[in-house]
């Protein structure tokens, strides 16, 4: 994969993070580490499941390792593997293994979001599932210190899921749309991956 790629990568999630995460107020939290450049934006290349547990693993351990005020949470993109959702919801029981075998339960956590993210009782294309809808597969690595954080200065912390649900059916699918995201369909092939005898 190269450098290119990734930074069409990474350009498409800032774009997504400014315009919809940012710029409708679906997590107040995140403003903040933005503008002070403390996310990073981790692209794998790998197109295995085994591939990706050691890149997140890898991911955990900077995060962990590196002091909050550099690094406060991840955004470890996958964009070869894990396309589908269902596949990409059952690996999440894999991240949180990972967690606690590596000792980082209660120092961090994984948070989701997909191109195909869809609730549940909900229908694919129902607008609410839209609020954890991103460009590309990826998990998002939070501190647990950071989130707490986050929720004691927000007193209204848990009725951001119901406000977000209301702002993206005020939205509708045709303000989604005009927010001019990129929109990744079919998923990118991985020009390293080997072709099919």
Known sequence: MDNATNEKIIVATKLWLERAVIGLNLCPFAKAVHVKNQI??????????????????HALEILAETPAEKIDTTLLIHPYVLTDFLDYNDFLEVADAALEDMGLENMLQVASFHPQYQFAGTQP???????????????????????MRAVLAFPEAGKIFDKNIATLRDLGHTGWNDLGLVKINPPLENKSMRKEL
């Open 40 to 57: 990073s934006y981790a692209v794998s290349s790998a197109t295995t499941h085994e591939d990706l547990l050691s890149d997140l693993m």
């Open 125 to 147: 294309d129902d607008i609410e599932n839209y609020t954890n809808r991103s460009p590309y597969p990826m998990m998002h690595l939070l501190r647990e210190a950071s989130v």
